[in-house]
């Protein structure tokens, strides 16, 4: 009798103990029990750490409640000015109802990742490529609202959505660095003139404060031969003041005035003209020889006129010019006028 007991309780012990391990189960921090009874949903979720079910009859399903980061597969599309770019983002979600996310819908990642990109697409052809580069702040919290709408119902809440990058073609990207570096170049040429017009209104002021002392530009021109010599260079400074320039200038113009109104008086009618300078007397004239031996005495003299030669001179008053005849002698071989036939009379009929 002994024995049967004995055994009896060892075989109930057995069953508790294969019961208790069939039956305990331990859900983690981070996660919520949901239990099916006979394939019916039980309303209480359990907690987290040690929970029992009845064995063959109930199923326990364990839902993580981490947050769950899903990178979307990068989308091609058109924006609003019709430029094609290619975005990609990253989803941040968790559940908060386990019980929504295993009944109303099948595979709740899969389905927030279909979403994503769907919504992500939709924003693409919305937005324009100025509000895709700098205005990403407003397009993730549109994007968010566009996911967390139907999310909550599939007890899922959407934590944020970023917008990762944006692929532009090399042509736009080529245009933009383009656009950009002509927008640098204008804004440092609007500086620089700004630079200047506050330099010449300084050196303006220092001018006036120098003109009333004439030593502080003396000054200045020393401390600027300082300056040079400083740089241990070869440049040789000579300062050359600026006042011997203005007496030079001033000078070359007042005799070029008093050039211009002695001419200007020169020419006026009824100026009395200066005294002619005497000129020197003009010189004797020189005797020619009257005949040709005083130039060649040894000549001898023709007879009749002894002592010299005077050969006679012609008379050209009765002179006349010849008239122009025509010479109507023809230079060449002398020409037949009746040339001779080459047949003979032998030949004639």
């Known amino acids: ?20 391990g069939a039956a305990a189960r331990v859900v983690k ?3 919520r029990g949901v239990v099916f009874r006979f394939g019916r949903l039980l309303p209480e979720v359990r907690r ?40 990609d983002a990253v989803v941040y979600f968790k559940v908060v109802d386990a019980a929504d996310a295993l009944v109303r819908v ?38 968010e609202l566009m996911l967390d709408s139907p999310a909550m119902g599939w007890g899922v809440a959407i934590d944020r959505v970023e917008i990762k ?7 736009m990207k080529r245009s933009m660095a383009r656009q950009a570096e002509a927008d640098r170049e204008r804004r440092a040429r609007v500086i620089n003139a700004d630079a200047e017009l506050q330099a010449s209104k300084k050196l303006a002021e220092a001018a006036a404060v120098m003109s009333e002392q004439p030593a502080a530009l003396q000054l200045r021109l020393l401390q600027t031969v300082v300056a040079v010599a400083a740089e241990k260079n070869s440049t040789l400074v000579l300062p050359f003041p600026v006042e011997l320039l203005r007496f030079l200038e001033r000078a070359a113009q007042a005799q070029g005035g008093g050039e211009r109104s002695q001419a200007a008086g020169a020419s006026a009618p009824g100026t009395p003209k200066a005294p002619a300078t005497p000129s020197a007397p003009p ?36 002179y006349e010019e010849p008239e122009d005849e025509t010479d109507d002698t023809v230079i060449g071989p002398p020409v037949d006028p009746a040339p001779r036939s080459s047949r003979s009379t032998r030949d004639e009929p």
């Not at 049967?4 to 208790?20: F, N």
């Not at 994503?116 to 580069?133: E, F, H, N, V």
């Not at 990058?165 to 042509?171: A, G, H, K, N, Y």
Request: net charge negative.
């Open 1 to 20: 009798m002994l024995e049967e007991l004995l055994t009896a309780a060892a075989g109930v012990g057995t069953a508790a103990v294969v019961y208790a």
């Open 29 to 31: 921090q981070y996660e």
């Open 48 to 87: 987290p750490g040690f929970t029992m079910i009845v064995p063959v009859i109930d199923r326990l399903h364990k839902v993580n409640l981490q947050i769950v980061t899903l990178p979307v597969p990068a989308q091609e599309g058109i924006t609003r000015d019709n430029v094609t770019v290619r975005v």
């Open 106 to 143: 099948e595979d709740y990642r899969f389905a927030v990742s279909q979403m994503a990109q769907t919504s992500l697409r939709s924003i693409i052809g919305k937005s324009d490529l100025d509000d895709l580069l700098s205005n990403r702040e407003k397009l993730n919290q549109g994007l």
């Open 165 to 171: 990058d944006v692929s532009l073609p090399e042509t």
């Open 283 to 318: 010189a004797p004239p020189v005797a020619l020889p009257e005949t040709f031996t005083d130039l060649s005495p040894d000549l001898p003299g023709e007879p009749g006129a002894p002592g010299a030669y005077d050969p006679p001179l012609p008379d050209l008053g009765d």
